[in-house]
């Protein structure tokens, strides 16, 4: 299979959904302190205003399958964008705390979507030997969201908007989530969804615009993988035959926030305050975390279909422990604050050169097609609602010992690398359809 325009442009367009995903992910980082001074926030309400997203972003990654099943993932996406319009407009001219709550919820409700219907529209339209970087690129925008977050928050207090500087924080993403939105009307559908709705003369169409050198051969797979002809395109997900399936995705969606990683991202201008950074000089420490999060997300993909995704997540277990364990040293000791930031760098550089690479692509190559949206959401359900319990109660035990989260975060990844080491199976290079058999499922 070629490398063809539509198959690059359906690729990029399905991925900006993971830049607005990353830019809403961050940009809160910037606005905690102005927030707190605004509506007189405790450490709690602070917890609720940040985790209130993630809120949204639970309920929708777990019904993001029921619309992605029923009108496609392309056009599901659409909704997904106009959340996203509504939530930055609504943040911008937020009238008062309430309000402010409320559309960051709308923003949740369109980042867990968009974080089911983006990678599986781009898994199901790729060919098995570029899938990890064609995936990969939603993990790459999510991470440049990140970075142009850092920066716009940066910029944006350079101007000195003074009491208002947090609503253009927080509201200039409304103009990205317009482009997605009609960019998406330039894409076609994925053909595996039309194959499950037994549309075959239009998935064959689909197949042959993105450059599928084989399109009959791969019509026929799929077909069979779907059972299309038999009338079973879809059954429930619980069963016993999907427990492998269930326990990858599962596990890899808790180990991604159980390194913290939503945490610190969330409260990073806080972490530097608390040890002793001035405002502006957190700010510009974001933005060199976050260009660190962006250069090994975009090495990890340049290697991850070569290197093998199993690989990526041992190496990323060993370095995210030994450098949250170093920053737990810094808080607990009271010393050696210059080291602060370096710690932070390496625990990024590592997680975004395995787990921030992996996890999108792993848990849309483990389920089989008849059930892919049901576990996407699934695995999307189980790391916001992770991220919700984590983010809301990071500042309430880091008000209590500066410490201790990152202590349990070194934890966490040290047991990853045994549970990966003993129990992940390498996904690298294996069409969707084969994968199903790889697993044992029938």
């Given at each position: 299979m070629s490398v063809n325009a539509t198959l690059v442009k359906s690729t990029i367009v399905a991925a900006?959904?993971?830049?607005?995903?990353?830019?809403?992910?961050?940009?809160?980082?910037?606005?905690?302190?102005?927030?707190?001074?605004?509506?007189?926030?405790?450490?709690?309400?602070?917890?609720l205003t940040v985790s209130i997203a993630l809120i949204g972003t639970i309920i929708g990654s777990v019904v993001a399958s029921i619309p992605g099943d029923k009108y496609g993932r392309r056009d599901s996406l659409r909704f997904m964008a106009a959340l996203y319009l509504i939530s930055a407009l609504g943040c911008a001219f937020a009238w008062d705390w309430y309000s402010l709550v409320f559309f960051r919820f709308i923003g949740g409700l369109g980042i867990g979507g968009s974080s089911v219907l983006g990678p599986m529209y781009i898994a199901e339209i790729a060919p098995a030997r570029l899938r990890g970087r064609l995936v990969g690129l939603f993990q790459f925008n999510?991470?440049?969201?990140?970075?142009?977050?850092?920066?716009?928050?940066?910029?944006?207090?350079?101007?000195?908007?003074g009491l208002s500087?947090?609503?253009?924080?927080?509201?200039?993403?409304?103009?990205?989530?317009?482009?997605?939105?009609?960019?998406?009307?330039?894409?076609?559908?994925?053909?595996?969804?039309?194959?499950?709705?037994?549309?075959?003369?239009?998935?064959?169409?689909?197949?042959?615009?993105?450059?599928?050198?084989?399109?009959?051969?791969?019509?026929?797979?799929?077909?069979?993988?779907?059972?299309?002809?038999?009338?079973?395109?879809t059954e429930p997900l619980f069963k016993s035959k999907y427990r492998v399936p269930l326990f990858l995705a599962i596990s890899i969606a808790m180990f991604n926030q159980l390194s913290g990683i939503n945490a610190i991202l969330y409260y990073l201008n806080?972490?530097?305050?608390?040890?002793?950074?001035?405002?502006?000089?957190?700010?510009?420490?974001?933005?060199?975390?976050?260009f660190t999060n962006?250069?090994?997300?975009?090495?990890?993909?340049?290697?991850?279909?070569?290197?093998?995704?199993?690989?990526?997540?041992?190496?990323?277990?060993?370095?995210?422990?030994?450098?949250l364990a170093g920053v737990a040293y810094v808080f607990l000791s009271g010393s050696h604050e210059n080291l602060l930031v370096w710690m932070l760098v390496g625990f990024i550089a590592f997680f975004a050169f395995s787990q921030g690479?992996?996890?999108?692509?792993?848990?849309?190559?483990?389920?089989?097609?008849?059930?892919?949206a049901k576990g996407q959401s699934l695995g999307s359900f189980t790391h916001w609602i992770m991220n919700a319990a984590i983010s809301y109660s990071f500042p309430i035990i880091a008000a209590k010992s500066k410490g201790l989260p990152f202590v349990f975060f070194a934890a966490m990844m040290a047991v990853q690398f045994v549970v990966v080491l003993l129990g992940y199976p390498e996904t690298k290079g294996v069409t969707l359809e084969e994968m199903q058999k790889k697993l044992g499922i029938a």
């Open positions: 900006l959904g993971g830049l607005l995903f990353g830019f809403d992910t961050a940009v809160i980082a910037g606005t905690t302190s102005d927030l707190t001074k605004a509506f007189a926030l405790t450490p709690s309400t602070l917890g999510i991470v440049a969201g990140i970075l142009i977050a850092y920066l716009s928050n940066y910029l944006i207090g350079l101007a000195a908007f500087e947090w609503r253009w924080m927080l509201g200039v993403s409304g103009l990205p989530a317009l482009l997605f939105m009609f960019m998406l009307f330039t894409i076609p559908r994925s053909p595996r969804w039309l194959a499950a709705k037994s549309r075959l003369v239009e998935a064959r169409a689909v197949l042959d615009q993105i450059g599928e050198e084989n399109a009959e051969a791969e019509m026929q797979d799929i077909v069979r993988s779907i059972d299309v002809e038999h009338g079973h395109g806080d972490i530097f305050a608390k040890a002793g950074f001035s405002k502006v000089s957190g700010d510009l420490q974001s933005v060199m975390i976050g962006l250069i090994f997300t975009m090495t990890a993909m340049s290697i991850i279909d070569k290197v093998g995704r199993k690989t990526l997540l041992l190496v990323g277990s060993v370095g995210c422990t030994f450098a690479a992996v996890i999108w692509v792993y848990i849309s190559e483990v389920f089989p097609n008849r059930v892919r």
